[in-house]
């Protein structure tokens, strides 16, 4: 060999060696820095998985944070891994035999990807199939988001399909979340407004079959159960009670085909309960879908004439504004009265205006919102929240029928004093406005949402209870409580009294249009009466008056909260 050879063998060595070093160095920096990550997406490439959620999402929770409104369960399922079953057609015949289905209803399922068939199992069954021993097929418990009775329905509300692409695109803007046009999203209630919140990223439950380039199981992992602990999605923490969301749903289950009850904790504004019929269960909305037209709207936040209820309002302001004393006397003559008829058509004929109030005497409270004048009846009407639609944490669109002003308009006053006319109220709003009388005149407003929780039990977001504003005196907040005492003592209200407890409050009974005999029948109160802790109103649609209609339904409700279960 040369000088020259011997020059250009060197030459080379070292271009070579410049050239695979820093590679070698790369590879090793790879090897020792990223080998592990590296490693788990190769095994994640030959990973089958299927989730162990129907739906991943955050829960919607009671006031104790750990009682689930959807009271969503866990129930075995089969879950199959098709792509690592030998005999498919052998599978499917063994399955069917266990489900008592045809072959070829499980086919499908066998020529997909892993997934979870959509058959309950028993005890029996669920044995029977871990005895088969076929690899890819298991039972495994699944979360479903809705049990087959979910409470307050209309409140937490329902998923369905994204709609199309303007839609997809626009969940896609809300965040960090991604969406696939499959996804399920929040349509109405707490899962439409906390739909980005709610969204998981991915289940926090799997069943993983780790295959090889043939599909073979690998030895000493085969299929694994896995959790995950961070799966981006938040829980919503309600203010409602689960035991009492429970008692109200069962009285109306029994007692009221149309109408909303709202149950309220007398000491902050909170949302106890809040229940509507007609009712829908969102784990079946295609059967919801072909019932009453209005399934899907929320009585508790929707608008009614309230009748007269709102004769609370005008004795508030009539008291305050010293217009009015307990004992001064009026004269009512029933149909035939100058302003208004009466609901007793004889008349009452001479009445005091405490004994109105319990009687609910029409003539007397047009005469009372006469003397009041429109401006200031609805500066206090407005004062006691019946204009603000605001739910803290629950942000309902406005519904812009409801405009106190009108009461202001030519010939509207007196109907407006008796709740009728342009008088326009949603029973959460009655039921803060009851509220603000059992608080010594001091309007909360009501709140439905106390906040959101992290993965690790953390509040991300928390909603301080209601603001408050002062309405009337300590002094005719007293007197207005006397006088709602005396509706279900000796007035139109006695069916709603709850012996040894002591209740308040007042009928209602709107009239319908189209000469209706009917009535969405109202009561809206307080129990007990000495120590006030829960605000009830009642309103059932189609009804015969508040007194034999919406009363019994408040006296059972406070019934199942105050007594002790036999």
């Given at each position: 060999?040369?000088?020259?050879?011997?020059?250009?063998?060197?030459?080379?060595?070292?271009?070579?060696?410049?050239?695979?070093?820093?590679?070698?160095?790369?590879?090793?920096?790879?090897?020792?820095?990223?080998?592990?990550?590296?490693?788990?997406?190769?095994?994640?490439?030959?990973?089958?998985?299927?989730?162990?959620?129907?739906?991943?999402?955050?829960?919607?929770?009671?006031?104790?944070?750990?009682?689930?409104?959807?009271?969503?369960?866990?129930?075995?399922?089969?879950?199959?891994?098709?792509?690592?079953?030998?005999?498919?057609?052998?599978?499917?015949?063994?399955?069917?035999?266990?489900?008592g289905r045809k072959p070829e209803e499980l086919t499908r399922y066998f020529e997909g990807r892993a997934c979870f068939l959509p058959f309950a199992l028993d005890y029996r069954q669920v044995r029977q199939i871990k005895e088969l021993g076929i690899p890819g097929i298991m039972a495994e418990e699944i979360y479903f988001r809705y049990g087959p009775a979910p409470l307050a329905a209309h409140v937490v509300g329902h998923l369905g399909p994204i709609s199309n692409s303007h839609q997809l695109e626009r969940l896609n803007n809300l965040g960090d979340k991604k969406y696939q046009l499959t996804d399920l999203v929040g349509k109405s209630g707490l899962e439409y407004f906390y739909e980005s919140q709610l969204k998981a990223g991915e289940s926090n439950r799997f069943a993983k079959a780790y295959v090889d380039v043939y599909r073979n199981l690998l030895a000493g992992l085969g299929i694994k159960r896995e959790s995950h602990s961070e799966t981006g999605r938040q829980d919503v923490i309600t203010t409602i009670d689960l035991d009492i969301q429970k008692t109200v749903e069962k009285v109306m289950d029994q007692k009221v085909q149309r109408g909303a009850v709202v149950v309220m904790d007398a000491r902050n504004g909170d949302l106890l309960a809040m229940a509507s019929r007609p009712n829908f269960n969102p784990a079946n909305i295609a059967l919801s879908l072909s019932g009453h037209k209005d399934t899907f709207l929320d009585h508790c936040t929707a608008l009614y004439q309230p009748g007269s209820i709102f004769k609370v309002?005008?004795?508030?302001?009539?008291?305050?504004?010293?217009?009015?004393?307990?004992?001064?006397?009026?004269?009512?003559?029933?149909?035939?009265?100058?302003?208004?008829?009466?609901?007793?058509?004889?008349?009452?004929?001479?009445?005091?205006?405490?004994e109105a109030f319990a009687q609910s005497c029409n003539p007397v409270f047009a005469e009372l919102g006469l003397k009041l004048g429109s401006v200031k009846l609805i500066s206090y009407a407005r004062a006691f929240g019946l204009e603000s639609q605001t739910i803290i944490g629950y942000p309902v669109p406005r519904d812009k029928r409801q405009n106190l002003s009108l009461i202001g308009e030519p010939y509207n006053l007196v109907n407006s004093s008796i709740g009728q006319g342009p008088v326009l109220t949603s029973p959460v709003q009655l039921t803060a406005m009851m509220n603000a009388i059992v608080n010594n005149g001091v309007y909360i407003e009501p709140r439905l949402v106390k906040g959101l929780r992290d993965e690790k039990g953390r509040f991300t977001n928390h909603f301080p209870m209601g603001s408050s504003h002062k309405v009337i005196s300590c002094e005719t907040a007293r007197e207005l409580k006397r006088l709602l005492s005396l509706v279900t003592t000796r007035g139109v209200g006695k069916e709603a009294m709850v012996p040894d407890y002591g209740t308040a409050g007042k009928t209602g009974s709107a009239e319908l249009t189209g000469g209706s005999k009917k009535v969405n029948a109202w009561f809206c109160g307080f129990a007990p009466f000495d120590k006030p802790r829960y605000i009830v109103t009642v309103l059932v649609e189609e009804g015969i008056s508040g007194g034999a209609t919406a009363a019994p339904v408040f006296r059972e409700i406070v019934e199942g909260i105050l007594l002790p279960p036999h």
């Open positions: 060999m040369t000088i020259f050879q011997q020059k250009r063998l060197v030459k080379t060595f070292y271009i070579i060696f410049f050239l695979f070093v820093p590679l070698i160095i790369h590879l090793g920096f790879i090897q020792l820095v990223h080998g592990d990550e590296y490693k788990q997406k190769a095994l994640e490439q030959r990973t089958l998985k299927v989730a162990l959620e129907e739906i991943p999402r955050g829960g919607i929770f009671d006031r104790s944070g750990e009682k689930t409104l959807t009271l969503g369960n866990r129930e075995p399922r089969v879950v199959i891994f098709p792509e690592i079953i030998l005999d498919k057609e052998e599978a499917a015949g063994k399955l069917g035999l266990i489900l309002v005008v004795a508030a302001a009539a008291l305050e504004e010293g217009l009015v004393k307990p004992t001064d006397t009026f004269v009512c003559l029933g149909e035939k009265d100058h302003l208004i008829s009466c609901w007793h058509k004889p008349g009452h004929g001479p009445i005091t205006f405490e």
